[in-house]
């Protein structure tokens, strides 16, 4: 009998020992406080973070929106320069290559021939235009050629009906 009082002491004092040496309520409860608030940081952070993101997006876009606004080439009717991007001894390869252009806004692509008939010394020159001034042309031409991989001339314009 006295060993089973001395263990059922033994097991109440080890329950309030355990009990006494764990966390209480309070403490599990702020602990939890705190973890939840961590979490909510981060959370807001993130949030921060993607909203940024964005906005810096819209403004690249803004930003390269103005810039196409700004480059883009201002073609006019009766202008004076053209630029010739190529030159075939071939019409129909000349066609060819102007339809391969029929894709953009280019205002007029056109091809015109040139050369005297009696020796055979024919070329179908391939133009797009027209442009106000020469310096406006030898931007365009230099910015098409590059991207065509080709080389370029500016022309001034001589209308009549070789145009076509």
């Not at 764990?22 to 952070?45: F, H, I, K, T």
């Not at 252009?101 to 010394?121: A, F, I, M, W």
């Not at 098409?144 to 009549?160: A, D, H, I, M, P």
Request: charge should be negative; glycine fraction near 8%; hydrophobic fraction near 35%.
């Amino acid at each position: 009998m006295k060993n089973i009082s001395i263990y059922t002491l033994l097991l109440a004092f080890t329950l309030i020992m355990i009990q006494g040496c764990g966390p209480s309520e309070e403490e599990r409860r702020a602990a939890e406080q705190a973890r939840l608030d961590s979490l909510r940081q981060v959370e807001q952070q993130r949030i921060a973070e993607l909203m940024q993101a964005r906005e810096d997006s819209l403004a690249r876009v803004a930003q390269q929106e103005q810039m196409e606004e700004e480059d883009s080439t201002q073609f006019a009717e009766d202008g004076e320069y053209a630029v010739q991007v190529g030159a075939f001894r071939s019409e129909g390869e000349a066609n060819e290559y102007k339809n391969r252009l029929s894709d953009r806004d280019y205002p007029h692509v056109y091809v015109v021939k040139v050369g005297e008939e009696e020796t055979g010394d024919i070329w179908f020159r391939l133009r797009v235009g027209f442009f106000a001034s020469k310096a406006e042309a030898e931007e365009f031409g230099a910015d098409l050629g590059n991207e065509l991989n080709t080389g370029y001339w500016v022309s001034k314009v001589q209308r009549s009906g070789n145009d076509s």
